[in-house]
Structure formats: structure tokens, C-alpha cells
């Protein structure tokens, strides 16, 4: 059993593989007591810990001063009971006040996840258990259930809350966390991902925590270029390999809240979920209201391990079974031709991306209704005839008579105003009343709360693919919501529109999987604006930038393993400009995750042809290294010269080193002589299937040389091995 309850000491315990999680209910509350290594754990009760009078801090109970929830580490916090750190949940209640307080009612333990469709969560298996705590706040009569889902071998628990109305009149919910964690302890650092468009997760910030609230959050409307929801919370000595870490994660694709807080106790409350600010639901009686589900995970052994459980968690518990079928080589038309494509054009490029030994041409914007530019078209999602004069059917059994399969690019959540759509309905769109709509990219956002809009994308997309065999989605998302109000809800519910916009979409995406089910889908938000852990859910793998550039490209993708596995990334060798030493390195790069091409290799010369022929074969050799093997980091682009890292899958090893001009580095810079492959097994030899060299294993764990790169004037270059034992 991974969860159980001790009735003499109280105690819930949860255990993984190799963590313990512990609290105590006691007082009525949930306490929180332990969470680290299972292995020779001694978890301190009430009767171990002496509670202390603090002052100014309030007591419920005259005879048990020392009993406050001020300074108690708390599984779930309420607002306006006496805990003066950031609280989990508000409601306001019909009186007019937010204050609840709530008490334990009852519990059960159960197989399985928790079903609070259409929000994704983490697909169970025949291990997953689930405790659910019932608790009651007796004044707003209000009910509130804390989810707890033990993935025992991914070392993963997940959290999260929902709220029920009981009190027969409306009340207000006006900040609804997933998450909340007191850690003993105020000595650590955080680390989060900052970005922007472009810039994908590359401001890699480590900072240590301090008295007072250290926040990360979205306002957009998306999870965002600008901020990743991943969050890793580390003993201040932490680094790759060791010391505690606690990784945490939101399986949500809006805007977030996720805050830390250092506090008199010396303890640190960390929290994650939609937070307050673009979130307020008024809740009937009767409704329930879910946070998404929040994930968190412990690590002795540094930030490799935390990235490798939540790896694990996301191929087998997250992504769809489809993503575990072997990814396509596509060749996109984007990077190659712009808005500029017609059926001979796309016929033309599929023919070469056969003819290079790829498997997929991706026919991205520009076929459907005015799209010729991005000022017009979207939300019209019928095929244009100027440009496809037997519609969309006969053509793609042109593109498949050459030899590959056939994607396609849509952006279901966004309208043009020149549309058709917008003009029939411009009341369809996220908007407050009479204020000016902003744009953005020349778009508007779809009102995904409103069922009509649902339905009628639904029709759409029935109809345009209505019997054409399409092997791939590629579902982009290419502006943030502003002036979030819905000219379907009623005053009263205005403040949930980005809330039931994330529910719309999920609900759209669960369709597409359903209506296409021999379909993969691709995600991107102009490029990695939505890498997220419910967005995986739903699609394979995830356009990780818009920047196809080598040299960001090394520091995007480093940064986005940390939460993220390999197996979502989707890296494209864009136009190496007939350089050959540049699109070795592109490619050298772009094999750190799924491995894509997009430029007219149409007009490209014979040398460069064969050479992207070349490396399709090559990374046919290894690429179930890098969809299915374990990934350990050796140096990182922020600390030396180097990125460098490896995949594990049984008896193979694919290693590799890109050589940068370190100019990413924070701090002292950090030499890297040798490439460390601990998980070599000692007692075998490998054979390099690139370079021809053998090793022994002792060899590899030694660490071997790295040698001299075939460096540009920029200073870039990258070396790949691929061990096999002998
Ligand atoms: C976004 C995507 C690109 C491309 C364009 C098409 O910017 O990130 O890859 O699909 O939209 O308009």
C-alpha cells in the first residue's frame, strides 16, 4: 500500500520508490510532518514536537496556547483564520467576509487517479493510489476535498483541491491552490525559468529564498514564453548530483501563481495554482470547482534525479499513448515558404522530403480560408481553392503518392476580424462589452467558455477533414488573452473566463483525439509558449521555439530538460545557408530532442541534400535513445563552455557535447575536461558506432577525453557518440 492511515499516531503516510511523505491530523487539521527519503525516515509527531506560544500569533483553543495555525506547517491553508502566510484558498461566503477555516470530516483510499475531466491529470496505472480528505468549514458550508495521487515508481506525488458549495446560496472562490507545502527550514534556493517569445525558459534564475514572498506567475492567459510553472526548490549547496531538491509542476496550461514564503517560524511555505489574480469563480450550490493537479517530487541526489523522475512521470503517466509510437522526421513549410504555398509547391516539397529519407511533410499556415497573410483568415477553417483547386482530399493523396505522411497546422482558439467568422459572430470573442479588443499578431481570441464557439470549430474541422487522411496536428496558439471578460457569461461569472477558457480548450483537444484518433498532434504557442505538462497530455511532442538558431537553441533545450523529457521537444534544423559545418552543428543540436527539418530544400544544392540524408539514417540509428533512454546532464551552457549530456537505454549510450562561446555563463565560469558516464556498466566494453573507438566501462565512468572541436569563428561546435556494448 503507498498510502495509509495510522489510527494511534494519526499519521498519513505516502510512499514511493524511494520517498516518504507524512502528515498528521491532529487539532481537526492536517499537519504537515515529513517529506524526503523513505530509507531510515523517523517522522516526528505532535508528541516529538513541543508546540511553542508564539506571540501575536492567534490560538482556537484557550487551553492549547501553543496550537497555531500561524505557525503550524499546514497541508492546506485558509484565509483569514489566523495563518498569516500566503494562504491556499479564499471563499468569500454570501455574508460578504472570505474567512473559512476547515476541518477534517473524512477520508478514503482508492485505486486510480482522480477523474476532473476536462482538466487533465496524470493517467494512473495499476500502482496509482489516491487518498481524497474531505473537510468542512462549517460557517460558508462549503466542502473542500485535498487529492493526493502516489505515482510509487516515478517517485511522483501529485496534489490538488476542489471545493463544493453546500450553503444553497452562491459564494465566491477567489483563490484556489493546488499546492501548499510547509518545509521545515528557510535555507534554500529556487529555481524557475523565465523567458520570452523566443527566448523559451532561458532565464535560468537560482535565487535564494529570503523573509518575504517570492512569487512566479502568468497573467496571460497561458502558462507563457515568459514564465515556466515548473519550480525547483533546493538545499542551498544543491547541484546536479547532489543534495535535496524538490521539483514542483502544474499539470495546467493558464495563468498560475506559484509562491514561496520565508516566515518567522523559519519554515518556508511553498505553494502552487491558479492563485487570485486572474481567478475568481462564483461557485452555486451544488457545483464543485477543481484546482488543477499540481506535481511534486523529492530528490536526494541533486537536480538529475528530479529531472529524471519528472521525465519518467511525463512518458508514463502523462503524454498520450499515441507519443509512445516512433516520431516522424517531418519536413515543415513554415521556416521554407511562409504564407507563399499552393498544392504543386507542397507536392513538390513532400517529393524532396521523401527523397531525403524523411517521413512527414507538414503543410503549416496558409491553406485555408484568406490566409495569405496574418491579417486575415483565421477562424475560416475551409481550404482555399485559389490555392488547392481540388480541395484538400485529392491533394494530400498527392503528397502520400510520394512516399510521406501528411500533417497540417491549425490555430483553433483565434480569429482574424477580417474573417468570415468574426464578421457572422463578433461576438464570439474574449472581450468586455464596449472596450477596445486589443490585438496581437492581427487576432483575436476565440471566447473558449462559450459552447457555440466549441461546436462550431467542431463542424469546421468535421467538415474540412471529413475523409482526408491526415497522420498529424500541429494546434498553435499564437497571442495571450487581454480584456479577459466573455460576452456569454453572466456578470457574476466573469471573473472565471480564464479558467473556463483552459476547461474549452481541453474539452476541444479531447475531441480532436477522439475525431482523428490515428492522428498525433504536435502543441506550439509561437513555438514553446504552452510547454506544459497538460499540453502534453493531450499532444505528443511540442514545438519548444520559434528560434531555430543553434546557439539559443543549446540553451532553450538545456533549460527545458530540466522539468521536461526529450521525448515532447521538437527541435527543426532550419537553413544552414549552404554552410556545412552549420548544419552539422544544427543538427548536433537539434538531436538533443525529436529531430525535424524546415527550409526549402527545394532550392538547395546537391551537397547539402545529401548530407541532411545522411543524418535522417544517422538518427534513425539512435532517436529510441532519445524518445525512450534516461538523460543525465554532464555540464551545463550556464556554468561552462560546454552543454553536454547523454541518453541511457539498455546496452546503448548516445553522448553529446556542443561546444559554446560561454557566454550564457552566471558567475565564475566552470572547466570541463572529460565526459562522465557513470551508468556505463563497469564490466562491459562499448564500441563508439560514429567514431569507431572502444572502451571499456571503467573507461566511460572514468570519464573520457572530450578532444578537440571543429569550431567556427563564432566558436561553436558539437561531437556526438554512440555507445553500443559489445
Ligand atoms: C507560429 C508558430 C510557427 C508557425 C507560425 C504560422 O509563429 O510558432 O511555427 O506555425 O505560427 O503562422
Not at 466549441?454 to 482526408?468: C, G, N, P, W
Not at 475525431?515 to 502543441?523: K, S
Not at 519548444?544 to 530538460?561: E, F, H, M, P
Not at 533512454?629 to 563552455?641: K, Q
Request: charged content about 25%.
Amino acid at each position: 500500500m503507498s498510502v495509509t492511515f495510522h489510527k494511534q499516531d494519526s499519521l498519513f503516510r505516502l510512499t514511493t520508490k524511494n520517498t516518504l511523505y507524512a502528515f498528521e491530523l491532529t487539532h481537526g487539521t492536517l499537519v504537515h510532518r515529513y517529506y524526503g527519503k523513505k530509507r531510515g525516515a523517523t517522522v516526528p509527531t505532535s508528541a516529538d514536537i513541543k508546540g511553542r506560544v508564539v506571540s501575536f500569533s492567534p490560538y482556537r483553543d484557550e487551553n492549547d496556547k501553543a496550537f497555531s495555525l500561524d505557525t503550524q506547517p499546514l497541508e492546506y491553508s485558509y484565509y483569514g483564520s489566523g495563518d498569516f502566510r500566503p494562504t491556499a484558498l479564499r471563499i468569500r461566503n454570501r455574508h460578504g467576509d472570505s474567512v473559512t477555516c476547515f476541518e477534517y470530516v473524512s477520508h478514503k483510499i482508492r485505486r486510480g487517479a482522480v477523474d476532473r475531466a476536462p482538466l487533465p491529470s496524470g493517467r494512473a496505472d495499476e500502482k496509482t493510489q489516491t487518498l481524497d480528505i474531505t473537510l468542512r468549514d462549517l460557517v460558508s458550508d462549503c466542502e473542500l476535498h485535498l487529492y493526493y495521487t502516489v505515482f510509487y515508481d516515478c517517485d511522483i506525488i501529485t496534489r490538488s483541491a476542489a471545493v463544493t458549495n453546500r450553503s444553497g446560496a452562491d459564494v465566491v472562490v477567489e483563490k484556489l491552490m493546488s499546492l501548499c507545502l510547509d518545509l521545515a527550514g528557510e535555507d534554500y534556493d529556487v529555481i524557475t525559468l523565465g523567458g520570452r517569445h523566443c527566448r523559451e525558459r532561458t532565464v535560468y534564475q537560482r535565487t535564494p529564498l529570503f523573509r518575504g514572498n517570492l512569487a512566479i506567475t502568468s497573467r496571460r492567459g497561458a502558462t507563457s514564453h515568459q514564465m515556466n510553472p515548473f519550480m525547483a526548490v533546493c538545499a542551498r549547496g544543491a547541484d546536479e548530483n547532489r543534495g535535496d531538491v524538490y521539483g514542483f509542476n502544474l499539470v495546467w496550461s493558464g495563468s498560475f501563481l506559484n509562491e514561496c514564503e520565508c516566515e518567522q517560524t523559519g519554515s518556508a511555505r511553498i505553494q502552487a495554482g491558479l492563485g487570485s489574480e486572474s481567478f475568481t469563480y462564483r461557485l452555486r450550490d451544488g457545483e464543485t470547482v477543481h484546482a488543477p493537479e499540481a506535481i511534486m517530487t523529492y530528490s536526494p541526489t541533486g537536480l538529475g534525479t528530479m529531472s529524471r523522475h519528472f521525465h519518467d512521470f511525463v512518458n508514463r503517466h502523462i503524454v498520450p499513448e499515441k507519443a509512445k509510437e516512433r516520431r516522424p522526421v517531418v519536413l515543415n513549410s513554415w521556416e521554407a515558404f511562409y504564407f507563399n504555398i499552393n498544392e504543386d509547391i507542397m507536392v513538390d516539397f513532400a517529393a524532396a522530403a521523401a527523397d531525403c529519407g524523411m517521413d512527414m511533410v507538414i503543410m503549416d499556415d496558409g491553406w485555408f480560408g484568406a490566409r495569405v497573410h496574418d491579417r486575415a483568415g483565421l477562424g475560416d477553417w475551409f481550404v482555399n481553392r485559389d490555392r488547392f483547386r481540388d480541395g484538400l482530399r485529392p491533394f494530400v493523396e498527392r503528397v502520400k503518392a510520394t512516399g510521406v505522411k501528411f500533417g497540417i497546422w491549425v490555430e483553433p482558439e483565434m480569429v482574424n476580424p477580417d474573417s468570415d467568422l468574426y464578421r457572422a459572430h463578433p461576438d464570439w470573442v474574449v472581450s468586455c462589452r464596449e472596450r477596445t479588443r486589443s490585438l496581437s499578431r492581427s487576432q483575436m481570441v476565440l471566447d473558449m467558455s462559450n459552447p457555440a464557439v466549441i461546436d462550431y470549430l467542431k463542424a469546421s474541422f468535421t467538415e474540412t477533414f471529413r475523409d482526408v487522411p491526415i497522420d498529424y496536428f500541429k494546434w498553435d496558439m499564437n497571442r495571450h488573452i487581454s480584456e479577459p471578460g466573455s460576452p456569454n457569461l453572466a456578470p457574476e461569472d466573469q471573473g472565471s473566463l480564464s479558467y473556463r477558457y483552459m476547461l474549452g480548450v481541453y474539452s476541444l483537444f479531447d475531441w480532436f483525439t477522439k475525431q482523428f484518433p490515428h492522428a498525433m498532434i504536435e502543441n506550439c504557442s509561437g513555438g514553446g509558449g504552452r510547454y506544459d505538462l497538460a499540453m502534453m497530455y493531450y499532444t505528443s511532442q511540442i514545438w519548444t521555439s520559434d528560434n531555430t538558431g543553434a546557439r539559443d537553441r543549446v540553451l532553450i533545450q538545456y533549460s527545458s530538460q530540466l522539468a521536461y523529457p526529450a521525448s515532447v521537444m521538437s527541435c527543426h534544423v532550419s537553413n544552414p545557408k549552404g554552410d556545412l559545418h552549420e548544419l552539422d552543428l544544427k543538427y548536433k543540436v537539434a538531436v538533443g530532442g525529436i529531430l525535424g527539418y524546415e527550409f526549402n530544400v527545394l532550392n538547395t544544392d546537391e551537397a547539402i541534400k545529401e548530407e541532411i540524408r545522411r543524418q535522417v539514417a544517422q538518427y534513425r540509428t539512435f532517436d529510441h535513445l532519445i524518445q525512450n533512454g534516461t538523460h543525465y546532464r554532464l555540464a551545463s551552457p550556464y556554468e561552462t563552455e560546454l552543454s553536454a549530456y547523454y541518453y541511457q537505454l539498455g546496452d546503448e549510450i548516445l553522448l553529446s557535447a556542443i561546444h559554446t562561446n560561454g557566454s550564457a555563463v552566471i558567475g565564475k565560469k566552470k572547466t570541463v575536461t572529460k565526459l562522465t558516464v557513470r551508468t556505463a556498466d563497469k564490466h562491459a566494453s562499448y564500441r563508439d558506432l560514429l567514431g569507431g573507438g572502444t572502451y571499456t566501462g571503467e573507461q566511460l565512468r572514468a570519464g573520457i577525453e572530450i578532444g578537440a572541436f571543429d569550431l567556427d569563428e563564432t566558436g561553436y561546435g558539437a561531437k556526438l557518440w554512440h555507445f553500443c556494448k559489445l
